[in-house]
């Protein structure tokens, strides 16, 4: 392995596999749209959870 570069190679290998466009939409975001996002996401969690045990 050649660290030469300065980039990890374990850290390279994982960015293939990263949607940095999601990243940047993300970052244009305040603060406040991204706490708004991350609460959504935990309300649609909690349904996904509610569903799953009522199916059960």
């Known amino acids: 392995m050649n660290h030469s570069s300065g980039l990890d190679p374990v850290i ?7 949607d940095r466009t999601l990243i940047r939409k993300n970052l244009k975001l305040s603060h406040e749209e991204r706490l708004q996002n991350a609460m959504e996401l935990q309300r649609f969690a909690q349904e996904l959870r509610k569903a799953g045990r009522r199916k059960q």
């Open 12 to 18: 390279e290998l994982y960015k293939k596999d990263v």
